[in-house]
């Protein structure tokens, strides 16, 4: 591989723009050369500005040898269609989560990958980087504080645009717990049930909002993961582990405190792009560096597989209403 990455994006909405700030200003051994976008007038003036080469058509982009790794962060309902573009071209292709727009897409990039034989894929699962979820994986991990036996998370957002409904809740944004908490506690799932409380006047007519989402592991640890996603006062993420000889929580961002108006105050994010930064840019370094070493380390299509396996049962509990099974596959041999 050379020297310096030449990266291929797709999608130059809010976070593939992002991305590519990230990778050609502050990370190193990559440049984002190319993008392609269905916007292409918007995606043109992206690759202006940012000295990139402009495909009309993103496949062709992917196949070019202009690039030699993919970026897919274009809406969810394109992630197939440019993994598999990425996978046919044996191109190193970071995929922004979900991994496809639904379980059997996402079956079918796995299947891919096996039918290759050689992992290309990795998932946008950046929490896995943040400091906070690393030290609770740490405690987790060697047991520092016993078994755990409960986690209580809370994923709140002050506001969401108009198109998010009520199956985005689990789909889009617990889909980073299922995901999180699979890795933190190194086990799966076996059962999912969500719940709704009263609903709140913020929400529109399509939202079901806040939700509550209950799995249970494998060796009985039980999960609440709140989602309240037009909650108005802040972005907040919080993760509390129950362990046998004590808890551990995530820490909140480090904002000073504020002393003003006879009040004694402490900042909250207001977005998820204030919350994650350090761990967005962590995890690209990251995945850049693996892929010139020719392998993935980071989130695989197994991983982003066994998310949407979750968030689907998930789904089919709140449309019915029930507590459904989770049923986990053996690990693919590529994968274990
Ligand atoms: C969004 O798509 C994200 O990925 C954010 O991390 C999450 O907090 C938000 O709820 C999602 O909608």
């Given amino acids: 591989m050379d020297n310096i990455l030449r990266i291929g994006l797709v999608g130059t ?8 700030e990230r990778i050609n200003t502050r990370l190193q051994g990559a440049k984002v050369v190319a993008v392609s976008d269905s916007a292409a007038e918007f995606a043109k003036k992206v690759a202006q500005e940012r000295g990139c080469e402009f495909f009309a058509d993103g496949e062709e982009m992917i196949a070019s040898d202009s690039v030699n790794a993919v970026i897919v962060t274009t809406i969810d309902e394109y992630h197939e269609q440019y993994v598999m573009a990425s996978i046919n071209a044996g191109k190193y292709v970071f995929v922004e989560k979900p991994l496809a727009f639904d379980l059997a897409g996402a079956k079918r990039i796995l299947d891919a990958e096996i039918a290759l034989g050689k992992k290309l894929v990795q998932v ?20 520092k504080l016993g078994e755990p036996l409960m986690i209580h998370c809370c994923h709140r957002n002050p506001d969401v645009p108009d198109y998010y409904d009520t199956p985005m809740a689990v789909e889009n944004t617990m889909i980073h717990e299922a ?39 494998e060796s009985g640890v039980r999960i609440d993961v709140e989602a309240w996603v037009t909650a108005q006062y802040g972005y907040d993420i919080r993760c509390e582990v129950c362990c046998e000889d004590g808890t551990i929580s995530l820490p909140d961002p480090n904002h000073a405190p504020i002393r003003a108006n006879a009040a004694n105050s402490t900042p909250l994010c207001t977005s998820w792009t204030q919350r994650f930064p350090e761990a967005y840019d962590t995890e690209l370094q990251m995945w850049i560096n693996a892929t010139k070493e020719d392998r993935v380390d980071g989130p695989t299509s197994w991983d982003g597989y066994a998310a949407q396996l979750i968030t689907s049962a998930a789904s089919k509990a709140r449309d019915s209403g029930t507590v459904v099974e989770i049923k986990m596959e053996e690990t693919p041999p590529l994968f274990s």
């Fill in 13 to 20: 909405g809010m976070i593939g723009r992002s991305h590519i």
């Fill in 124 to 143: 946008g699962f950046m929490r896995r980087y943040d400091k906070g979820y690393l030290q609770l994986k740490d405690y987790v991990e060697n047991k």
């Fill in 179 to 217: 995901d999180v908490l699979r890795w933190l506690l190194g086990e799966n799932f076996v059962s999912a049930e969500v719940v709704f409380p009263r609903k709140t006047k913020h929400a529109s007519e399509k939202l079901q909002d806040p939700q509550i989402m209950y799995l249970t592991t």
